[in-house]
């Protein structure tokens, strides 16, 4: 089992919390005296945790990269990443997730005074080091922290260390299944202890079931985004759609020079938080600010 090097707050099966030895006992306790924990909402990672949310808006407008996964016909992933998401559409709920096809390229990053887009985007040539290699997906969430409100959400999957697939083979990860459970993180949903829950932690290569909804994720969804709170207004990502990947102008204020991939600068009051989602070996996710 992998470690967990980073503290977190909500979610993950105590079966994997990094506890002390005390702690496990304290959660071995709990296992046999509490009925599994609901659905849970993500928070920011300051206190007062604020919950984290999609606010003003009844979609998430996303992207797929251009070449979807290698391992699949485009075609065949596009539908596998639509059919994942289309999950989350729920009669309850006002919320939905909403393809933006003309856009054919993006990355996973957020910038404070430029557009954006919310992507889902395999890594085919490098998985870095510090996602873990065992890792299957990561959901990266910026939000602001004053109230929670997500401002950008971003997928990245792992096919240099996975074979991804459509049809729930054994040996491979299946994309519909894997997008089902990174959705709930767009929208603002955590790890769930319930057993047969899209959000619970435990997946792995043949593993379809999370595909459909459980009635605990259907809960959480219907009561962050509930029908009769439809904010009636579908809003393209933080600062408009980047339609062409384009950059940011240089700050006027500053020499211009910055990294590429480098996070907004030291004014940004934002935090990202980055979520280790469906892994065969499962990891919990983990905090990542931006500085
Ligand atoms: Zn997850």
């Known amino acids: 089992m992998d470690t967990d090097r980073e503290g977190t707050r909500t979610g993950p099966s105590p079966l994997l919390r990094p506890c002390s030895a005390v702690l496990v006992c304290g959660c071995c306790v709990l296992l046999c005296v509490s009925p599994a924990r609901a659905w849970v909402q993500a928070t920011t990672e300051e206190a ?4 984290l949310h999609v606010a003003d808006s009844n979609c998430l407008q996303y992207v797929v990269a251009a070449g979807c996964s290698a391992d699949v016909p485009s075609d065949d992933c596009l539908v596998a990443v639509t059919l994942g998401m289309r999950a989350w559409d729920l009669r309850g709920s006002h919320f939905r997730f909403r393809p933006t096809p003309e856009v054919t390229c993006c990355g996973a990053g957020y910038e404070r005074d430029w557009t954006n887009t919310n992507c889902v985007e395999w890594r085919e040539d490098r998985w870095p080091g510090e996602y873990g290699a065992s890792t299957i997906a990561l959901t990266t969430l910026t939000y602001d922290p004053a109230n929670g409100a997500i401002l950008d959400a971003d997928v990245e999957l792992n ?10 083979s054994a040996d491979v990860m299946d994309i519909q299944n894997t997008i089902a459970h ?3 993180h767009m929208l603002g949903l955590d790890h769930t202890d319930v057993f047969g829950a899209t959000m619970r932690v435990y997946s792995g290569p043949g593993d379809c079931s999370l595909r459909d909804l459980a009635p605990d994720d259907v809960e959480g969804a219907t009561t962050l985004y509930p029908y009769a709170a439809d904010p009636g ?5 933080h600062g408009g759609l980047n339609a062409d990947c384009s950059d940011p102008p240089p700050d006027p204020g500053s020499c211009g020079c910055r990294a590429p991939g480098s996070q907004p ?6 935090v990202a938080l980055a979520f280790v989602v469906v892994a065969f070996r499962i990891r919990r996710r983990r905090s990542r600010p931006v500085r």
């Open 48 to 51: 007062p945790h604020r919950p």
């Open 159 to 168: 096919g240099v260390g996975y074979r991804f697939g459509t049809d729930c």
């Open 182 to 184: 990174e959705a709930g």
């Open 233 to 237: 207004v579908c809003q393209p990502p």
């Open 265 to 270: 600068g030291p004014a940004a009051s934002l």
